[in-house]
C-alpha cells in the first residue's frame, strides 16, 4: 500500500504560507523600535524622534527610540541587521556605520547587504564649534593655536571611524595640521567636555550642535560643505578660509532589516516619505542645518554605493586607521 505523502505537504506548506500573509496583512499590530547608534541629544537621535513621532500616527503604532551607542554607531546596525525581519525593528543611521566603519573595522554583519534603507532622511553640513566662552574668536586663530602648539589641542569625535572624526581627518590632512583625538559615544557627551573646557573643538553635524550654537553656548567658526548653511549665513566655509580638500557632510537615513516581506517593507516606504513631505517636518529639518532629502529610494541606494567607493579609497589615501 502507498502512501501519498504529498497532499499533506502541500497542506502544511499552503497554511505556512497564509499564516505569513496573514502576519503581514496584520502589519503593524505593535509598537515599532527604531534603533539608535548615538546616544540621547545627539543628531541622529534627534532625527529618529522627530520622524518617529510624525511617522506614528500614519502607521497606527507608536515607535519607541532605543539608544545603542558606542562602536562608531556599528552596534544599532549590527542589532537591527540580525533582528527579525517583520518591520519592528528598524534603524536611523548616518554614512558612519554604514559606508565608513566597514572599512576601518571588520564587522559581523554586512551593512549593504543585511540593511535595506527606506530612504534618506536629511543631509547636513559639519560645523567647527568651539566653547562660546574660549578665546577663539575666528578659524584663523584655532588654526594659528593648532599649528603652534600640536600636542595641546583636543577635538571631540562621536566615536573612532565615526563622520566628525573622518571629517577631523580631513581637516588635518588639507591643513598640514596634527591635533589629539579624544572619541566619545555620542555628540551629546562630547558637548558636555566642550562646555567644561576638557576639549577644545569638534567638527560635529550642524544637526547635534544646531541647539547649543543658537543658545549662544558654541561659537561657530567655519561650516564643511561647498556653500555656507542657510542657518549659519554668517559663518564662512572652510573653503573660503582658503582650506582645500576637507569637504565633508553627513546624511540621515532610515533603514531596516534586509529580508523584511516586500509588503510590510511598501508600507514601511510609503509612510516614511508621506513623514518627509510633512511641513513640520520639512521646516524642523531645515532648522537643524540641513537639506531635507528628495531622493528616491533607489536614487538614495545608488548614493550610498557611490559613497562607499568613496569614503573606502579616502580612508585608503589618508591611511586613516582605528587607534
Not at 517593507?265 to 540641513?290: A, I, N
Amino acid at each position: 500500500m502507498k502512501t501519498n505523502f504529498a497532499r499533506p505537504l502541500v497542506l502544511a506548506l499552503t497554511l505556512l504560507a497564509g499564516a505569513a500573509q496573514a502576519q503581514t496583512a496584520a502589519f503593524p499590530n505593535k509598537p515599532i523600535h527604531i534603533n539608535v547608534g548615538a546616544s540621547a541629544g545627539g543628531g541622529t537621535d534627534v532625527v529618529a524622534r522627530l520622524i518617529g513621532e510624525k511617522m506614528g500616527p500614519l502607521i497606527g503604532q507608536p515607535f519607541i527610540i532605543d539608544n545603542r551607542p558606542g562602536a562608531a554607531n556599528t552596534i544599532a546596525a549590527d542589532v537591527t541587521a540580525k533582528a527579525p525581519a517583520d518591520g519592528y525593528s528598524l534603524l536611523a543611521a548616518t554614512n558612519s556605520p554604514q559606508v565608513i566603519a566597514p572599512h576601518l573595522m571588520k564587522l559581523s554583519f554586512d551593512p549593504l547587504k543585511q540593511l535595506t534603507p527606506l530612504g534618506m532622511v536629511v543631509q547636513v553640513p559639519h560645523v567647527l564649534i568651539v566653547n562660546a566662552a574660549s578665546s577663539f574668536r575666528s578659524f584663523p586663530e584655532l588654526l594659528a593655536e593648532i599649528k603652534a602648539k600640536p600636542d595641546n589641542v583636543r577635538y571631540a569625535s562621536s566615536g573612532i571611524g565615526s563622520v566628525q572624526h573622518i571629517a577631523a581627518e580631513l581637516f588635518m590632512a588639507s591643513t598640514g595640521s596634527k591635533m589629539i583625538h579624544i572619541p566619545y559615544k555620542g555628540s551629546s557627551q562630547a558637548h558636555q567636555d566642550i562646555l567644561a573646557g576638557q576639549v577644545e573643538m569638534m567638527l560635529d553635524t550642524t544637526s547635534s550642535a544646531m541647539g547649543l550654537i543658537k543658545a549662544g553656548k558654541f561659537r561657530a567658526l567655519a561650516v564643511t560643505t561647498p556653500k555656507r548653511a542657510a542657518e549659519l549665513p554668517d559663518v564662512p566655509t572652510l573653503d573660503e578660509l582658503g582650506v582645500k580638500g576637507a569637504e565633508m557632510s553627513t546624511w540621515y537615513a532610515m533603514y531596516a532589516p534586509a529580508a523584511t516581506p516586500a509588503p510590510v517593507l511598501d508600507r514601511l516606504v510609503r509612510d516614511f516619505q508621506k513623514t518627509l513631505q510633512m511641513p513640520e517636518v520639512q521646516s524642523k529639518l531645515k532648522g537643524l542645518g540641513g537639506e531635507p532629502s528628495t531622493l528616491t529610494r533607489e536614487q538614495f541606494i545608488a548614493l550610498q554605493a557611490s559613497d562607499d567607493k568613496r569614503f573606502a579609497a579616502l580612508i585608503k589615501q589618508r591611511d586613516i586607521k582605528l587607534d
